[in-house]
């Protein structure tokens, strides 16, 4: 399965209660990206552009979405490419989690300053301009929704795989 919608959402908590609850693998795609180019992602938009970052994520988003038993975490933007939702839409059901914009403001300045396209001076106004921008593409891709503003990691984990039901194939 892959787990995606914006920033903010519980895309990496959730999709690693998931690993843990299920035994299937877990694979952050930010993280392979960080990882493969050996930088962090604020230091390759600033080095390489969003053009730069938004090609090695096809890279990646290739070769991962290629295997199964997986829960991937995706990055925020990873699903309004076409070609990155062909590839994962193979083999993984694709579960859009979404939350409240005051929500993911509280989220994402908890974690700090790891978002290169949150690092304006109007953080909320910016979340809800890009949320409403994406949100027709993210419905579009979906197969199941949840809304994470009111659950922790655990509930919505428990929630996707009641869903889900046969996760193995997922
Ligand atoms: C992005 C979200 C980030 C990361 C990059 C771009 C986006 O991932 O891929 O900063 O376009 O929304 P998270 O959603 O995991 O923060």
Do not use: W
Request: hydrophobic residues 40%; charged residues 30%; negative net charge.
């Amino acid at each position: 399965m892959a787990l995606f919608g914006f920033m903010g959402v519980g895309k990496t908590a959730v999709g690693r209660t998931l690993s843990e609850r299920t035994g299937l693998e877990y694979v952050d795609l930010d993280s392979e990206i960080t990882r493969r180019k050996g930088k962090t992602i604020p230091r390759i938009f600033e080095e390489e552009g969003e053009a730069g970052f938004r090609a090695v994520e096809m890279e990646v988003t290739r070769e991962v979405a290629g295997r199964n038993g997986q829960v991937i975490s995706c990055g925020g933007g990873t699903v309004l490419d076409p070609e990155n939702v062909a590839s994962l839409k193979r083999n993984s059901v694709m579960v859009l989690l979404t939350a409240e914009p005051r929500v993911i403001l509280e989220r994402v300045e908890e974690e700090g300053d790891v978002r290169p396209l949150l690092m304006v001076d109007d953080k909320l106004g910016k979340i809800e301009h890009l949320l409403n921008a994406r949100l027709p593409r993210y419905l579009e891709v979906a197969d199941l929704i949840l809304d994470t503003s009111e659950m922790t990691p655990e509930e919505a984990a428990v929630e996707i795989i009641s869903q889900i039901g046969d996760v193995d194939s997922a």
